[in-house]
């Protein structure tokens, strides 16, 4: 049988009373009350209120109650087999005072994760249902982000939704930035924080009325921070004498994703299986893992001869992004550039200007390929390979401005202009008065 005590566990002039429930040996909950009162006024033998006014003969009997209540929730419980836990006596507290009980749905990292599955469902940026596989990963870290900071801040304890306000932003934010996660996915993270509590919101979950205040950041980068790989600079790394089998086979998915303007993650995807050959021409098929597109890559002669020469083996991203800057170092890609890099893990990035080839990852293939084709094929098919959404987004992506595009158009125009067309000469026949025979 379980055993229901109260107990002060400080000195404190407005000392929470606790409940001390023992559900057996091995089991023993200590949870608040909801009742406060002076250690004076507190009886450590009786474990209850000393009786010398009305005010403390009232908090005894509400604890009374209190007790008789959890008590009959108890047995109420083990008729049905339930679980006793801390959850489980803070729920029965709640109830008697008559606040709102925290439910499963009500806890932020188990709505994430309805969130996440229902992810099929959900109406993406394109208005179209299903959310792509990249975006869904990303819900996945963000749900390890918030795990880890209720380890490290809150010492496990869970957030409820209703407690997220703007408040608890800045806090979850300073965390992130001490922690040195990049300005962009703090704002990633302070995004997702606001779409998961509005959906949380549309599904009748208590939400602070804060939620819509709740703004995400991000670090814009001006075009000198573009960091791309001119066909110049390509030239130095396919000719730069490389020794070791593993740079060697960086060089050629560097070479190739310059060439067909993959994410790192769709690159190092690419089998013979994504190579066919429709009406002589060859081409690289593939799912984009972001955006769960298909697009098809028209080889340009570069590309086949990389191809041909033999496909490059499957490496890691991690060990591609490491490869290829010790090859750009090697072909002397030392271009004084405006980057940022980690220095050690946990810290933030340092904002200076480095040699090229430090700044040098994985990015540099899709931006290569939007940058040096930007002009000579058309933004939309660009758009298309790249897996832009909007113009406004592709031009920010590699470094360009409206007015760049402007002159493109007027380009486009001139070609387009029709040509000027010679008047017809008329002939003027003399009538000489002869009939023809």
């Not at 606790?18 to 009350?33: A, E």
């Not at 009786?51 to 009374?64: F, I, R, V």
């Amino acid at each position: 049988m379980a055993t229901l005590k109260f107990v002060l566990q400080s000195k404190n002039d407005n000392a929470n009373i606790y409940i001390r429930y023992s559900i057996n040996r091995k089991t023993i909950i200590y949870r608040k009350s909801g009742f406060v009162i002076n250690p004076k006024d507190w009886s450590n033998t009786n474990a209850q209120p000393i009786q010398k006014n009305d005010t403390l003969k009232k908090l005894k009997s509400k604890l009374d109650k209190l007790a008789t209540f959890v008590n009959d929730a108890y047995n109420v419980s083990v008729s049905k087999g339930e679980e006793f836990t801390g959850d489980w006596l803070q729920l029965q507290i709640d109830l008697y005072n008559k606040k709102t009980p925290v439910l499963e749905l009500d806890i932020f990292t188990t709505y994430i994760q309805k969130y996440i599955d229902d992810a099929p469902y959900k109406q993406n940026a394109k208005k179209e249902l299903g959310l792509s596989n990249g975006r869904v990963q990303n819900l996945k870290l963000f749900k390890t982000t918030v795990l880890k900071y209720e380890a490290e801040v809150l010492k496990r304890k869970k957030i409820v939704i209703r407690d997220i306000n703007l408040k608890f932003v800045e806090q979850y934010k300073g965390w992130m930035f001490g922690k040195g996660y990049s300005t962009n996915y703090v704002g990633k993270n302070i995004a997702n924080i606001r779409t998961v509590c509005l959906d949380a919101y549309k599904n009748d979950i208590e939400t602070s009325t804060q939620i819509k205040n709740i703004k995400g950041i991000s670090e814009s980068r001006e075009p000198e921070d573009i960091v791309f790989l001119s066909e110049e600079e390509q030239e130095q790394i396919k000719n730069v004498p490389l020794i070791r089998e593993a740079l060697i086979n960086a060089r050629k998915w560097l070479l190739l994703g310059c060439l067909i303007g993959q994410r790192g993650g769709d690159l190092l995807s690419i089998t013979a299986k994504n190579i066919k050959e429709i009406n002589g021409i060859k081409i690289i098929e593939l799912k984009q893992q972001k955006t769960g597109k298909l697009v098809a890559i028209p080889l340009l002669p570069e590309a086949i001869e990389i191809i041909e020469s033999g496909l490059p083996y499957k490496t890691s991203l991690v060990h591609f992004n490491i490869h290829i800057k010790d090859i750009c170092q090697e072909a002397g890609i030392n271009e004084p550039t405006k980057g940022r890099i980690k220095e050690k893990k946990g810290t933030p990035h340092k904002k200076d200007v480095f040699k090229k080839w430090e700044v040098i990852s994985s990015h540099v293939c899709r931006r290569s390929f939007c940058t040096n084709f930007y002009g000579r094929i058309p933004t939309p098919v660009l758009m298309n390979i790249s897996a832009h959404g909007t113009e406004k987004m592709f031009l920010k992506y590699i470094g360009k401005t409206t007015y760049d595009n402007a002159y493109q158009m007027l380009e486009y125009f001139s070609k387009l202009a029709p040509k000027v067309k010679e008047q017809p000469q008329m002939e003027v026949i003399r009538n000489t008065g002869k009939n023809d025979i």
